[in-house]
Antibody, heavy 120, light 110 residues
C-alpha cells in the first residue's frame, strides 16, 4: 500500500525557518517524481514545488522561489522541503504528492498533510 | 486569482447530473492534459480523473471528464450525498513551467 506521511509542521515566527519531511513507503520511491502542494486555511490548492526522480529537475512556484528548497533522499525514501524567510502567507497545510507522470499535474497519491503556521 | 477558472459553487439534488467547468489557456489546458481532484471535508485531495477522461481504479463511472480546446469539464451523474466535496482541476502550464490549479468548486448536494 502506497503511503506518504508528512511531518515537521508547526508554529514559526515570521522570518523563521522550518523543514518538512515526507516519508514514502509501499512503492519504489526512486522511480517517481514528487511534489509539494499547499492549502491555506479555507482556500484552494496551490502547487509549491516539483523534483524529478533523480533530483536533476526542480521547479518552484514564483511565490516561494528563492526561499524554499526541495530535496529528496532516495536511499531513505524521503522528500524534504526546507522553508526559509517564512511569511504569514505561507501558513497552510502542506501535502506531499506523488507524480504519476512528469509535467502532467497528475498526483495519484497524497499524504495527509502537515500544518505550518507562521505567526508572531 | 487562479490561472484556471472554475465556478466557486455548484449544486444538485440526489440522482441529478451536474457539470463543473474549468477554463484555461493555450499554455495549459490547450496543450496539456487535465486532471480533476476531489477533496472531501477535512481530508487530503484525491485524484478523480486524469489525462482528461481517465478514471483511476476505484473511482465510480458516475464521474467523467472531457476537454475541448482550452476548457475542460467534470460531469457527475446519479449525484449522491457523499459527492458533496470540493473539486479542483489542474494542468501543467508550459509558459510558467508550473502546475496550475483551478480555484475549486464547492459541490452541494441539496
Amino acid at each position: 500500500e502506497v503511503q506518504l506521511v508528512e511531518s515537521g509542521g508547526g508554529l514559526v515566527q515570521p522570518g523563521g525557518s522550518l523543514r518538512l519531511s515526507c516519508a514514502a513507503s509501499g512503492f519504489t520511491f526512486s522511480s517517481y517524481s514528487m511534489n509539494w502542494v499547499r492549502q491555506a486555511p479555507g482556500k484552494g490548492l496551490e502547487w509549491v514545488s516539483y523534483i524529478s526522480s533523480s533530483s536533476s529537475t526542480i521547479y518552484y512556484a514564483d511565490s516561494v522561489k528563492g526561499r524554499f528548497t526541495i530535496s529528496r533522499d532516495n536511499a531513505k525514501n524521503s522528500l524534504y522541503l526546507q522553508m526559509n524567510s517564512l511569511r504569514a502567507e505561507d501558513t497552510a497545510v502542506y501535502y506531499c504528492a506523488r507524480d504519476l507522470a512528469s509535467d502532467t499535474a497528475c498526483f495519484d497519491y497524497w499524504g495527509q498533510g502537515t500544518l505550518v503556521t507562521v505567526s508572531s | 486569482q487562479s490561472v484556471l477558472t472554475q465556478p466557486p459553487s455548484a449544486s444538485g439534488t440526489p440522482g441529478q447530473r451536474v457539470t463543473i467547468s474549468c477554463s484555461g489557456s493555450s499554455s495549459n489546458i490547450g496543450s496539456n492534459t487535465v486532471n480533476w481532484y476531489q477533496q472531501l471535508p477535512g481530508t487530503a485531495p484525491k485524484l478523480l480523473i486524469y489525462s482528461n477522461n481517465q478514471r483511476p481504479s476505484g473511482v465510480p463511472d458516475r464521474f467523467s471528464g472531457s476537454k475541448s480546446g482550452t476548457s475542460a469539464s467534470l460531469a457527475i451523474s446519479g449525484l449522491q450525498s457523499e459527492d458533496e466535496a470540493d473539486y479542483y482541476c489542474a494542468a501543467w502550464d508550459d509558459s510558467w513551467r508550473n502546475v496550475v490549479f483551478g480555484g475549486g468548486t464547492k459541490l452541494t448536494v441539496l
